[in-house]
């Protein structure tokens, strides 16, 4: 059946695409247009949060927004509507709840051009799963009747709104998420920057005029009710997310399934801390603690290599690589993550270090692809960044075990007879005991020990 020629306008329904990595949902964080704003290809409408990461979703319809699906902090299905886009210049769509079942449709030649461009280009909106290729041609299914109809479209006679609420120039995601944290409606913000822009001086400078002190929690929801639980009232509710879900469900079965043992012990770092001061090029910064313990981590792993395997869904075979994926415990302001450097193994200090920055600083901006959260054979928690000494850490499934290093601190230590003043961390190794004993991951933790408390002895390796 052929697409009718009507004046009606085209109306596209934009469903949640399929995120990839088994994810059949995701939560709202919030939205980046709103009802009557003009939109282009593949131009980012909401940010979500799945169980891996935060991304935004662009569209892919041009038009005029008619209708938003969901409010922040409610969780949408793949498949779910998300959003509504009336296109002035077009005929009927096949996804117009008002046009008939089945019928076939083409995209306008305005966006077939911004496809093939962004195609040539390559887009950096892309969702797993979802890229910028043209949609199909037929076979679109229509909306169920119990779905919420559209919205009709506005009036062609009265644009004003659409013209008042176009899409902003934001040229950077972290003035735009600063402007969101700050409570800002972009919209709002007079724009000082190149084309029209707005820059972080443009949102600092608005937040002081609006005298605003911060943004609220985006799950939380005020009860407004008089329910107690023990003698107490309850203030609120907070849903937990589903990166937080998901967070949740990696640790429990790692808790059920895995017989854990833990090894721990102090050490003197003083030499280490000493000696990465001179690392430093010069107009340059040393590397990272984080970076050194990383290649002393690894080093040791080529002598204890159990450490780094995978045990099968079955338990029944150990699994061993020629080499490791190294997993950063990230604390984040959404929750737990842990990025993944592939083949770690490969990198000298100099490069774990640049790299082990760059992950640090995307997993903490939200912006964290999913694939990156994924393959570890093995994981360094540096918890003394939180200003804790030690802790029992939970192994990230599947890996068979992480380490996790406490603050280095002055302590009085006995050297030669004679008690001195030395920089000391605790080291704890929690190990699944399937795969080795406690001899096993002493001698692990005693090469790293040895490491630690004499690096040049790794000179040439680092």
């Known amino acids: 059946m052929s697409t009718p020629t009507t004046s009606a306008q085209a109306t596209h329904v934009f469903r949640l695409p399929d ?5 059949t949902e995701a939560g709202l964080v919030q939205w980046l247009v709103t009802v009557g704003d003009t939109i282009v290809t ?41 959003l509504e886009v009336v296109d ?34 390559g887009s950096g909106n892309v969702l797993i799963g979802y890229g910028t290729t043209a949609p199909a ?33 934001v040229r950077s995601p972290l003035v735009r998420r600063l402007a969101r944290d700050l409570g800002l409606d972009v919209h709002s913000i007079t724009a000082t920057g190149p084309d029209g822009a707005i820059t972080r001086a443009d949102v600092l400078q608005a ?14 929801v005020t009860t407004g009710s008089d329910e107690t639980v023990d ?43 000493n000696l990465r001061a001179r690392m430093a090029p010069e107009g340059g910064r040393a590397p990272s603690v984080t970076a050194l313990l990383a290649r002393f981590v690894l080093l040791a792993l080529e002598d204890f290599p159990v450490l780094a395997s995978r045990l099968s869904e079955s338990g029944e075979e150990l699994i061993s690589f020629d080499g490791v994926n190294l997993g950063i415990a990230a604390d984040t302001e959404r929750g737990l993550l842990v990025p993944v450097l592939p083949r770690a193994h490969a990198l000298t200090v100099d490069q774990l270090d640049t790299a082990l920055r760059e992950l640090a600083a995307t997993a903490r901006a939200g912006s964290m692809p999913p694939e990156r959260l994924r393959g570890s054979t093995f994981t360094l928690n540096n918890y003394g960044g939180l200003g804790v000494d ?47 004993d406690g001899g096993y991951a002493a001698g692990f933790l005693r090469r790293v020990t040895e490491l630690i408390e004499h690096p040049l002895r790794a000179y040439g390796r680092i």
């Not at 299905?77 to 998300?82: E, I, L, M, R, S």
């Not at 089945?102 to 040539?120: G, K, L, N």
Request: hydrophobic share 40%; aromatic share 2%; glycine share 6%.
């Open 19 to 23: 995120l990839g990595e088994g994810l």
């Open 42 to 82: 593949d131009q980012p409408i909401a940010e979500v949060e799945t169980a891996k990461s935060v991304v935004e979703l662009p569209s892919p319809f041009a038009g005029v927004v008619t209708a938003l699906h969901g409010t922040v902090g409610d969780t949408i299905d793949v498949g779910a509507p998300v």
């Open 88 to 121: 002035p210049t077009a005929a009927p769509h096949a996804d117009d709840v008002s046009a008939p079942e089945e019928q076939e449709t083409t995209p306008t030649e305005i966006e077939h051009e911004a496809y093939r461009e962004e195609e040539r280009a």
């Open 137 to 169: 041609a037929k076979g679109r299914r229509r909306p169920s009747a119990a779905a919420t109809p559209a919205p009709p479209a506005p009036e062609r006679t009265t644009p004003k709104s659409a013209r008042d609420r176009r899409p902003v120039a």
């Open 207 to 220: 937040a002081v005029e609006n005298a605003v002190d911060g943004a609220a929690a985006h799950h939380r």
């Open 231 to 273: 003698g107490l009232g309850v203030v609120s509710r907070e849903r937990m997310s589903p990166l937080r879900r998901a967070v949740s469900a990696t640790l429990t079965r790692s808790r059920s399934e895995i017989p854990e043992a833990t090894v721990w012990v102090d050490v003197d770092a003083t030499e280490l801390w």
């Open 390 to 436: 030690g802790s029992a850490a939970i192994i990230n499934h599947p890996d068979v075990a992480i380490l996790g290093i406490g603050r280095i601190i002055e302590r009085p230590w006995v050297v030669e007879g004679a008690i001195v003043v030395r920089r000391i961390a605790q080291l704890s190794l929690v190990f699944d005991h399937r795969v080795c």
